[in-house]
């Protein structure tokens, strides 16, 4: 089956970047929508943002619209999230994620069970 490994995760200063990395294998990826979701302790997964098959259409959640890019290397079987301007509420665990079966605007809407396939998460800290 398909299996996504995230990277790039660490501790960082208020105002500094990340980029993260999601390495996938399988066949199932290169076709499919891919996100990112982030959970911090206590709260519910929520949706960061999303890129299509094709890397042409993107969706990004309110909190990560103008600080964060979502993109893909399909040669590379990799997606990141170029993260910038990063608050202390972005610390969280963060996963990446494919779906054959939406859209990228739809990808938010999607409860985490409806997704097939799920990356470990990297931690990602923000100190103030």
């Known amino acids: 089956q398909v299996q996504l490994v995230e990277s790039g995760g660490g501790l960082v200063q208020a105002g500094g970047s990340l980029r993260l990395s999601c390495a996938a294998s399988?066949?199932?990826?290169?076709?499919?929508?891919m996100a990112w979701f982030r959970q911090a302790p206590g709260k519910e997964r929520e949706f960061v943002a999303a890129?299509?098959?094709?890397?042409?259409?993107?969706d990004y959640a309110d909190s990560a619209k103008g600080r964060f890019t979502i993109s893909r290397d399909i040669a590379k079987n990799t997606v990141y999230l170029q993260m910038n301007s990063l608050k202390p509420g972005d610390t969280a665990v963060y996963y990446c994620?494919?779906?054959?079966?939406?859209?990228?605007?739809?990808?938010?809407?999607?409860?985490?069970?409806?997704?097939?396939?799920w990356g470990q998460g990297t931690q990602v800290t923000v100190s103030s």
């Open positions: 399988g066949r199932t990826p290169s076709s499919s929508v």
């Open positions: 890129v299509s098959v094709n890397g042409a259409n993107t």
């Open positions: 994620a494919a779906s054959p079966y939406t859209s990228t605007t739809r990808m938010r809407f999607i409860t985490e069970s409806g997704i097939p396939y």
